[in-house]
T-cell receptor
Framework: ELKVEQNPLFLSMQEGKNYTIYCNYSTTSDRLYWYRQDPGKSLESLFVLLSNGAVKQEGRLMASLDTKARLSTLHITAAVHDLSATYFCAVDKYGGSQGNLIFGKGTKLSVKP | EAEVAQSPRYKITEKSQAVAFWCDPISGHATLYWYRQILGQGPELLVQFQDESVVDDSQLPKDRFSAERLKGVDSTLKIQPAELGDSAMYLC????????????FGPGTRLTVL
């Protein structure tokens, strides 16, 4: 059974600090997705990582993918309050690109002043 | 900007009643997904459509859930009868045909079963 595990599940940060969220998955997959969800809202796509070694950055967020280790990281640089949200990683259920996504449980990030 | 539309946004029902949710994907998107998200969990795929055909419904509890996309555009997800454990957010998403990189999610329907 495909598993997608995120850690930590809860993260309380101070503004200005750096931290990393980890996403491990149990099947071979050449792509990985990161989403953001604000409380009571829907999901917003952040990154799609397409190959081993892929790195993408948007503002204070940077995501990377190591397909050999089956690991993706989401690094937060100099956190600000606006980054407070729940972050999900997801992989394709069949290891390809059919779009049948399996999500992790999410990491709830709280950035405090 | 084109968006995925869902209605209703909130639904409260009693157990054993029937409920239905509607989703209108972004125009031109051939692939439509229904997800269920229990509070504190990640979304779980229930059913995937390619045009009007079901591609994957392996996680759909077929004894009580049904989904259709008759004309390959909008879609309805039905639960009959609803159970307490069905309380969740039901999210619809759509993407361009086939192996698209991006799924665009709708605002969701929050279901509470009493």
């Amino acid at each position: 059974e495909l598993k997608v595990e995120q850690n930590p599940l809860f993260l309380s940060m101070q503004e200005g600090k750096n931290y990393t969220i980890y996403c491990n998955y149990s099947t071979t997959s050449d792509r990985l997705y990161w989403y953001r969800q604000d409380p009571g809202k829907s999901l917003e796509s952040l990154f799609v990582l397409l190959s081993n070694g892929a790195v993408k950055q948007e503002g204070r967020l940077m995501a990377s993918l190591d397909t050999k280790a089956r690991l993706s990281t989401l690094h937060i640089t100099a956190a600000v309050h606006d980054l407070s949200a729940t972050y999900f990683c997801a992989v394709d259920k069949y290891g390809g690109s059919q779009g049948n996504l399996i999500f992790g449980k999410g990491t709830k990030l709280s950035v405090k002043p | 900007e084109a968006e995925v539309a869902q209605s209703p946004r909130y639904k409260i029902t009693e157990k054993s009643q029937a409920v239905a949710f509607w989703c209108d994907p972004i125009s031109g998107h051939a692939t439509l997904y229904w997800y269920r998200q229990i509070l504190g969990q990640g979304p779980e795929l229930l059913v995937q459509f390619q045009d009007e055909s079901v591609v994957d419904d392996s996680q759909l509890p077929k004894d009580r859930f049904s989904a259709e996309r008759l004309k390959g555009v909008d879609s309805t997800l039905k639960i009959q009868p609803a159970e307490l454990g069905d309380s969740a957010m039901y999210l619809c998403a759509s993407s361009l045909e086939g192996p698209s990189l991006y799924q665009f999610f709708g605002p969701g329907t929050r279901l509470t079963v009493l």
